[in-house]
């Protein structure tokens, strides 16, 4: 069955940097756009950008643009997401999710998800 | 940026009733809207792509419809396990973005 199963929950200060895993299984990494999605506590959902594990290739939302690195690492099936700059209003759960369809065809929506990661930062 | 809106923001419901949620965007996205359903300490279920497109597995009871920039998701007859929130969001231009939210809770 497909899972993604992310790093635990990081506490940072405001500056600092961040680096959230996600790995997959019971599925090909690169056979599916991966995407970060972002929740702060009691709020909506957020787009983060995505990436394509096949070639590397990314894409950031402009809010993320300059702060944000997603990379993989497909001998052992996972992507990360990198933000760096961390302010008070980054405190969020960030998950991974599953493109729909695979990378050839992607819909840039999400079937599987990650647990989620809870990122607080605070000073 | 593409802004969505979800109305209502909260609905107050009985298991059985049936339920129409709505979520508009700014502009034109065709039929490239999806939604999702979200419980407390969970993250989103995908429910409904391009639109009117059930996802693997969800339940009859749940469909989708709307193009252009008004779109529909109706639960036929709410169960109790439906008690979540749900939003909708857009894959027409980037950034992606999500609606607002819309919380069916019980009455």
């Known amino acids: 069955q497909v899972q993604l199963v992310q790093s635990g929950a990081e506490v940072k200060k405001p500056g600092a940097s961040v680096k959230v895993s996600c790995k997959a299984s019971g599925y090909t990494l690169t056979g599916y756009y991966l995407h970060w999605v972002r929740q702060a506590p009691g709020q909506g959902l957020e787009s983060v950008g995505w990436i394509n594990p096949n070639s590397g290739a990314t894409k950031y939302s402009p809010k993320f643009e300059g702060r944000v690195t997603m990379t993989r690492d497909t001998s052992i099936s996972t992507a990360y997401m990198e933000l760096n700059s961390l302010r008070s209003d980054d405190t969020a759960v960030y998950y991974c999710?599953?493109?729909?369809?695979?990378?050839?065809?992607?819909?840039?929506?999400?079937?599987?998800w990650g647990q989620g990661t809870l990122v607080t930062v605070s000073s | 940026e593409t802004v969505l809106t979800q109305s209502p923001v909260t609905l107050s419901l009985s298991p059985g009733e049936r339920v129409t949620l709505s979520c508009r965007t700014s502009q034109s996205v065709s039929s490239y809207i999806a939604w999702y359903q979200q419980k407390p300490g969970q993250a989103p279920r995908l429910l409904i792509y391009?639109?009117?497109n059930r996802a693997t597995g969800i339940p009859a009871r749940f469909s989708g419809s709307g193009s252009g920039t008004d779109f529909t998701l109706t639960i036929s007859s709410l169960e109790p396990e439906d008690f979540a929130i749900y939003y909708c969001?857009?894959?027409?231009?980037?950034?992606?973005?999500f609606g607002g939210g819309t919380k069916v809770e019980i009455k």
């Open positions: 969001q857009q894959r027409s231009d980037w950034p992606l973005t």
């Open positions: 391009d639109a009117v």
């Open positions: 999710a599953r493109d729909y369809r695979r990378v050839m065809d992607t819909i840039m929506t999400f079937d599987y």
